[in-house]
C-alpha cells in the first residue's frame, strides 16, 4: 500500500497568509493526487486533482504541485472561510489512501 | 445539480448486519464509478471500496479491512449504490460517505454522510 504522509498536521496562521502544505508518497505516484478541505461537520471538498488542476468552483488562491512523491497544496492569501482541515488523497493504485491531514487553525 | 444522499446508518451490535443506502440524482448514475469513504469519530479519511461503471464490467475492489465482510452493490434503474456491512465490529463505527469516483480516480462529489455506531 501507499503510505501518505502530510505535514505540518497543523498550522497557525492569520487570514491574507500564505499557508504552504506537503504531501508525500511512499512511493512514486506521478502526478495522480488531489486534494480535499474538510470542515467540521461537513463532507470534504475536492479542491485539487490530478496533482495541479483546479476543481471547477474553487477559488483560483488554491494551487498544486509536484509530481513523483512530493507535493504540495498552497493557499495564496489565507480567508476566512478557508480553517478546515486539508487531506491529500493519491489515486494511483490500489487501494486509494489518504493522508492524515493537515488542520489550518487561525492565529 | 449532482446530490447524493446516504440513508441506513444506525446503532447496531458487533456481529451484526447494515445496509447503506446512496441515492443519486443530477447526472447520468450509470455512467460512474460510485465509492464509499468513511471516517471515524475524531479521525482522518479511509477509502472503504468502489464500484465501477457497467461499462467496466460493474465490478468492486475493496480496502482490506473490510474485504470479505462488506459489499458494494448497484441498481443503475433507480440510481442508487449500496453498502452491505456483515460481521460489523466496533472498529467500523464511523461516517460513512458515498462519494463519485472521477476518472482520474478522486472524488468530486460527496453525500452528507451517515452515521454508523457499533457497540453493544
Known amino acids: 500500500d501507499i503510505q501518505m504522509t502530510q505535514s505540518p498536521s497543523s498550522v497557525s496562521a492569520s487570514v491574507g497568509d500564505r499557508v504552504t502544505i506537503t504531501c508525500r508518497a511512499s512511493?512514486?505516484?506521478?502526478?495522480?493526487l488531489a486534494w480535499y478541505q474538510q470542515k467540521p461537520g461537513k463532507a470534504p471538498k475536492l479542491l485539487i486533482y490530478?496533482?495541479?488542476s483546479l476543481q471547477s468552483g474553487v477559488p483560483s488562491r488554491f494551487s498544486g504541485s509536484g509530481s513523483g512523491t512530493d507535493f504540495t497544496l498552497t493557499i495564496s492569501s489565507l480567508q476566512p472561510e478557508d480553517f478546515a482541515t486539508y487531506y491529500c488523497?493519491?489515486?494511483?493504485?490500489?487501494?486509494?489512501?489518504f493522508g492524515g491531514g493537515t488542520k489550518v487553525e487561525i492565529k | 445539480e449532482v446530490q447524493l444522499v446516504e440513508s441506513g446508518g444506525g446503532l447496531v451490535q458487533p456481529g451484526r448486519s447494515l445496509r447503506l443506502s446512496c441515492t443519486a440524482s443530477?447526472?447520468?448514475?450509470?455512467?460512474?464509478?460510485m465509492s464509499w469513504v468513511r471516517q471515524a469519530p475524531g479521525k482522518g479519511l479511509e477509502w472503504v471500496g468502489f464500484?465501477?461503471?457497467?461499462?467496466?464490467?460493474?465490478?468492486?475492489e475493496y480496502a482490506a479491512s473490510v474485504k470479505g465482510r462488506f459489499t458494494i452493490s448497484r441498481d443503475d434503474s433507480k440510481s442508487i449504490a449500496y453498502l452491505q456491512m456483515n460481521s460489523l465490529k466496533t472498529e467500523d463505527t464511523a461516517v460513512y460517505y458515498c462519494?463519485?469516483?472521477?476518472?482520474?480516480?478522486?472524488?468530486?462529489?460527496w453525500g452528507q454522510g451517515t452515521l454508523v455506531t457499533v457497540s453493544s
Open positions: 488523497q493519491q489515486a494511483n493504485s490500489l487501494p486509494l489512501t
Open positions: 464500484i465501477r461503471s457497467k461499462a467496466y464490467g460493474g465490478t468492486t
Open positions: 443530477g447526472f447520468t448514475f450509470g455512467d460512474y464509478a
Open positions: 512511493q512514486g505516484i506521478s502526478s495522480w
Open positions: 462519494t463519485r469516483v472521477r476518472w482520474s480516480s478522486d472524488f468530486d462529489y
Open positions: 490530478a496533482a495541479s
